[in-house]
């Protein structure tokens, strides 16, 4: 679901109800790794997922952050941004595959 725009990426909800994960996808066609950005982009990338990181900390209070960029099934570049707290659907491990 999309959320909003921001300067370099499209804001999205992942619609999974275990956790609160925010997918950014920068709007430059496509890319597929962050190397492959200018390094103006690499920059904003790396604010916007902080905002977008510190957001969902104190809306969530969660005890952890998990972020990454994998893109093995989806290869358009995207970046999950995912409010983890001990004892969580697969808990202590990541929330792929489950």
């Known amino acids: ?3 909003v725009p ?3 990426c499209e804001l ?3 619609n999974d109800k275990r956790w609160t994960w925010l997918i950014l996808v920068p709007r430059r066609g496509s890319l597929s790794e962050i190397h492959d950005m200018t390094p103006l982009d690499q920059t904003m990338l790396t ?3 902080g905002i977008v990181a510190q957001a969902i900390k104190k809306l969530t209070n969660c ?4 972020s990454g960029a994998l893109g093995n099934i989806v290869r358009q570049l995207h970046i999950h941004v995912i409010a983890r707290n001990e004892g969580d659907a697969g808990w202590p491990g990541p ?3 489950h």
């Open 95 to 97: 929330v792929w595959g």
């Open 1 to 3: 679901f999309s959320v």
């Open 63 to 66: 005890e952890k952050i998990n």
């Open 12 to 14: 999205r909800l992942m």
């Open 6 to 8: 921001l300067g370099l």
């Open 47 to 49: 604010f916007e997922t």
